[in-house]
Every structure is written in C-alpha cells, then in structure tokens.
C-alpha cells in the first residue's frame, strides 16, 4: 500500500501546519473571511469539499492518506479519508512513498523513494531545493500522484 503524507497546510492555507485539534471536529462548513464555505472544518479553517474528495480518491485507489500536522488525531472532517496522522513526514520511507507539501524547503534531503509534489506554489528559479513535481491545488496534486502511477515512465 501506497503511503501518501499531506501538510495540513495544503488543504487549509495560512495555517503553517500549526491547528489545534479541537476546534469543530464535526466539520460542520462556515464563514471564512467574510464568505460563506460549504467545506469542512478542521482546527476552525474550512477544508472544501473538493479537497476532501481529492483525497478520498486517493484511498478508494487504496492508498492510505497520512496527514502532517501537529495534531493528536485525525480530524473528523477528515475522518474516512485520512488514515492516521504524524508529526513530519519520514525522509527515508520503506516503500515508493508521496509527500504533499506548500513548503520547498521540505522536499530538501528526502530518499527518492519519496516524491515530493510542491503544492500551490512554485519555487523560485534559483532554488537549490527543488521538488519532483508541481501543482497548483491538491486536486491536481492527486491527479498528478494516480497518472504517475497508472502510465509510469519507462
């Protein structure tokens, strides 16, 4: 089985990763910013809907979505779809692993038996520190983690 390790702060942007479990595990939606989100709520940030199910394709591919945050359970918004939860991603993971992330500086020092996906950002050109793959949200994250592994390069 496929690990793939998820930032939190892909799914809720400005949080750096730093949310309190305990804020609405419910995950009833609400206003965000003056706008009203349909999502889900984790650590008192919408997560969309979209998002969600991104991730649940993940696992109906039989994937198993461990979520990166510093958090003691796996949020109930996420519940279903995220597995389990840990506090960093491993460097060197046993098997063919992928790491989802907003920040370039994790992709930095890891195995290549993890692929990093940058998330919703791109480095700059003169990074040192680059990433195996780019995309602009998760859902294109996900999509970009299934095609790799349905038609691999030879």
Known sequence: MT?????????????????????NPAGAGRAVGGRAVGGRVVGGRAVGPA???SLGY????????VLVADLDAVPG???????TVTRAAPTEPAETSWYLT?????????????????????????????????????????????????????
């Open 102 to 154: 907003t920040d370039v500086e994790r992709c930095r020092g890891r195995s290549a038996k993890l692929r990093t996906v940058l998330v919703g950002t791109a480095a700059a050109p003169s990074a040192i520190h680059r990433c195996d793959t780019l995309a602009r949200d998760i859902q294109v994250a996900v999509l970009e983690l299934l095609a790799a592994e349905a038609m691999p390069a030879t």
């Open 77 to 83: 918004a996420l519940a279903g779809v995220v597995a």
């Open 51 to 53: 998002d969600i199910r």
């Open 58 to 65: 993940l696992t109906e591919a039989g994937h198993e979505v």
């Open 3 to 23: 690990q793939v390790y998820v930032d939190l702060e892909t799914l809720v942007p400005g949080t750096g990763g730093a949310v309190s479990a305990g804020a």
